[in-house]
């Protein structure tokens, strides 16, 4: 304290700081509690929040990795009001897309395979260095294929080298091409053409089997062959022997005779050649079937008018001809001068081929709901070689005894014509120097 600008004394106070330490630490509590909730507050929101963002994405993200596993019928379900709505509504529309497309394409395929296993046709893909990669079924029946051999197995195995170097061609020129080959006793026409799967180049090749067509092609020559033949051989009679009368001076009456004896004979000849051919030819056409009037035939009687027609011919090479008939009338469905002419034809034939002395069995007999007739001699008999063809048109097993005898290799193909014309079936069978069976068999019907 001073006074008079002196010093005179000194006054001193205290007091606690507690209360303001306590204060203090008070609001240093209060702070930091603050502090601490504010910031529970904000991660809890933060927390709430990023779940919140969070959780569609990894429920689409589940979905989505169901459709990518294959599931193309599951869809995003999920409503948010915000741009996750767009986002569903865009890949669920794509899914849809992706599973028309996909069930498309399944469509097709399945249409594709399913032409490619039910054609008659053998399909293979052939890479470029000579194994089979993919067949279809009728491939894997003709060349003895295992499909779970492929990319093991190399085109030689079907036993063509042929193939393989025409397959490495196509593969170098990128050109398609056609060849024809024999394989395992089948001729095939092959197309073959490249064919690009991603980066692999391969060849497509298709087998077309052309041996039923090879077949007829040769026939048709044989018949073109064989009936030229058989024309110009009683021609060439007549023509010589015409030739020799024009410069007869007729002296000679008997000699004279003869050669008209020849050449009516052969004209004969070739007059039942072509009645054959036309009657042929006629029945064949579509407008000859259809007019052809079908009625109930009675077996037995047609049977006994074939013997009596060739009863004189049997007598005169000291035959037998042995009728017997059914226990009872039969009846088939079939025109009753076609029907006489499958008899008269088959046991012609019979005495044609059967030596002097010999015996024919012409029998009818019910078999069921079916009629059964049978013509059997015990003739020269027919060679097994030569079974098969018999019913072909202008074959003959001796050719030298067929003509001989007047055969023209025209009968037993009209006969095998007629009976499948009328619903039945012909069989033969025959042992060398033993005899021949043939065997008609044909569906029974009621008498008119």
Same mark, same amino acid.
């Not at 919140?52 to 979905?63: K, T």
């Not at 028309?100 to 395979?113: C, F, G, R, V």
């Not at 399913?114 to 470029?128: F, G, K, R, W």
């Given at each position: 304290?001073?006074?008079?600008?002196?010093?005179?004394? /000194?006054?001193?106070?205290?007091?606690?700081?507690?209360?303001?330490?306590?204060?203090?630490?008070?609001?240093?509590?209060?702070?930091?509690?603050?502090?601490?909730?504010?910031?529970?507050?904000?991660?809890?929101?933060?927390?709430?929040?990023?779940?919140?963002?969070?959780?569609?994405?990894?429920?689409?993200?589940?979905?989505?990795?169901?459709?990518?596993?294959?599931?193309?019928?599951?869809?995003?379900?999920?409503?948010?009001?915000?741009?996750?709505?767009?986002?569903?509504?865009?890949?669920?529309?794509?899914?849809?897309?992706?599973?028309?497309?996909?069930?498309?394409?399944?469509?097709?395929?399945?249409?594709?395979?399913?032409?490619?296993?039910?054609?008659?046709?053998?399909?293979?893909?052939?890479?470029?260095?000579?194994?089979?990669?993919?067949?279809?079924?009728?491939?894997?029946?003709?060349?003895?294929?295992?499909?779970?051999?492929?990319?093991?197995?190399?085109?030689?195995?079907?036993?063509?080298?042929?193939?393989?170097?025409?397959?490495?061609?196509?593969?170098?020129?990128?050109?398609?091409?056609?060849?024809?080959?024999?394989?395992?006793?089948?001729?095939?026409?092959?197309?073959?053409?490249?064919?690009?799967?991603?980066?692999?180049?391969?060849?497509?090749?298709?087998?077309?089997?052309?041996?039923?067509?090879?077949?007829?092609?040769?026939?048709?020559?044989?018949?073109?062959?064989?009936?030229?033949?058989?024309?110009?051989?009683?021609?060439?009679?007549?023509?010589?022997?015409?030739?020799?009368?024009?410069?007869?001076?007729?002296?000679?009456?008997?000699?004279?005779?003869?050669?008209?004896? /020849?050449?009516?004979?052969?004209?004969?000849?070739?007059?039942?050649?072509?009645?054959?051919?036309?009657?042929?030819?006629?029945?064949?056409?579509?407008?000859?079937?259809?007019?052809?009037?079908?009625?109930?035939?009675?077996?037995?009687?047609?049977?006994?008018?074939?013997?009596?027609?060739?009863?004189?011919?049997?007598?005169?090479?000291?035959?037998?001809?042995?009728?017997?008939?059914?226990?009872?009338?039969?009846?088939?469905?079939?025109?009753?001068?076609?029907?006489?002419?499958?008899?008269?034809?088959?046991?012609?034939?019979?005495?044609?081929?059967?030596?002097?002395?010999?015996?024919?069995?012409?029998?009818?007999?019910?078999?069921?709901?079916?009629?059964?007739?049978?013509?059997?001699?015990?003739?020269?008999?027919?060679?097994?070689?030569?079974?098969?063809?018999?019913?072909?048109?202008?074959?003959?097993?001796?050719?030298?005894?067929?003509?001989?005898?007047?055969?023209?290799?025209?009968?037993?193909?009209?006969?095998?014509?007629?009976?499948?014309?009328?619903?039945?079936?012909?069989?033969?069978?025959?042992?060398?120097?033993?005899?021949?069976?043939?065997?008609?068999?044909?569906?029974?019907?009621?008498?008119?």
């Amino acid at each position: 304290v001073y006074r008079g600008g002196q010093l005179i004394g /000194i006054i001193r106070t205290s007091s606690s700081l507690v209360s303001m330490e306590q204060s203090y630490h008070t609001s240093l509590r209060v702070i930091l509690s603050a502090l601490f909730f504010a910031l529970l507050a904000a991660l809890i929101i933060a927390i709430w929040l990023a779940h919140r963002q969070v959780q569609p994405i990894r429920c689409l993200s589940l979905d989505a990795m169901e459709i990518a596993s294959g599931n193309l019928h599951k869809r995003l379900q999920w409503q948010s009001g915000d741009e996750f709505d767009t986002l569903v509504q865009t890949i669920n529309q794509l899914t849809r897309n992706l599973s028309a497309k996909i069930q498309e394409s399944q469509a097709e395929a399945d249409k594709m395979s399913l032409i490619l296993n039910h054609t008659d046709n053998a399909i293979m893909l052939i890479d470029e260095r000579g194994l089979i990669v993919d067949t279809n079924r009728q491939a894997e029946e003709d060349f003895q294929l295992q499909g779970n051999a492929l990319h093991r197995h190399s085109i030689h195995v079907i036993g063509s080298a042929e193939l393989s170097e025409a397959a490495q061609e196509v593969c170098r020129q990128g050109k398609a091409q056609t060849i024809t080959l024999t394989i395992r006793s089948k001729t095939y026409q092959v197309f073959l053409a490249p064919f690009y799967d991603g980066p692999d180049e391969l060849v497509l090749a298709v087998f077309h089997d052309i041996s039923l067509l090879r077949e007829i092609h040769q026939r048709q020559s044989e018949f073109v062959s064989n009936a030229a033949h058989e024309l110009a051989t009683p021609l060439t009679s007549i023509s010589g022997f015409a030739e020799t009368l024009l410069d007869d001076d007729f002296k000679d009456p008997e000699a004279s005779h003869h050669f008209i004896s /020849i050449i009516y004979r052969e004209a004969q000849r070739m007059n039942r050649l072509m009645k054959g051919l036309l009657e042929l030819a006629r029945l064949d056409s579509t407008h000859g079937k259809t007019k052809i009037k079908r009625r109930p035939v009675e077996i037995n009687a047609t049977l006994h008018q074939t013997i009596e027609q060739l009863q004189a011919k049997a007598e005169s090479k000291a035959q037998t001809l042995v009728e017997e008939p059914a226990a009872m009338p039969l009846y088939i469905l079939a025109a009753p001068e076609l029907f006489g002419q499958i008899l008269y034809n088959l046991t012609e034939n019979a005495i044609k081929y059967t030596p002097e002395g010999g015996t024919i069995h012409v029998k009818a007999e019910q078999q069921g709901d079916t009629a059964t007739i049978t013509v059997k001699d015990n003739g020269i008999g027919i060679a097994p070689d030569d079974l098969p063809r018999i019913f072909d048109r202008f074959y003959r097993v001796d050719k030298a005894r067929a003509r001989k005898s007047g055969g023209n290799g025209i009968g037993l193909s009209l006969v095998k014509f007629l009976v499948e014309l009328f619903g039945g079936t012909i069989e033969v069978t025959s042992q060398i120097c033993e005899g021949t069976t043939f065997t008609l068999t044909f569906p029974l019907t009621t008498k008119a």
